[in-house]
C-alpha cells in the first residue's frame, strides 16, 4: 500500500466515523482521535516510509486519545 493511500485511509475513516455520530462529545472525541492518527501517518510517512506510517498512525492515535481524556471535562 502507498503512502498517500494510506494517509487517505486515515483521513477518510476519521471522516467517515465522525460523520454517523449523533452525540456531541463523541463527535469531538472522534474528531480529536483521528486527527490525530492521520497527523501520525503523514509525519510517519515522510520520516520511514511504510513502516513509519503504520507507526506514526498507531503513536498519533493514542497521542489523540490521551488528550482527549485528559481534556474531556475542560470543554
Known sequence: MSIT????????????????????????AQQIIGGSAGAGTAIGALAGGKKGAGVGAAVGGVGGLVYDLATRNKK
Not at 5 to 28: K, P
Open 5 to 28: 493511500t494510506t494517509i487517505a485511509l486515515a483521513i477518510l475513516a476519521a471522516a467517515g466515523s465522525a460523520s454517523c455520530s449523533r452525540d456531541a462529545q463523541a463527535l469531538d
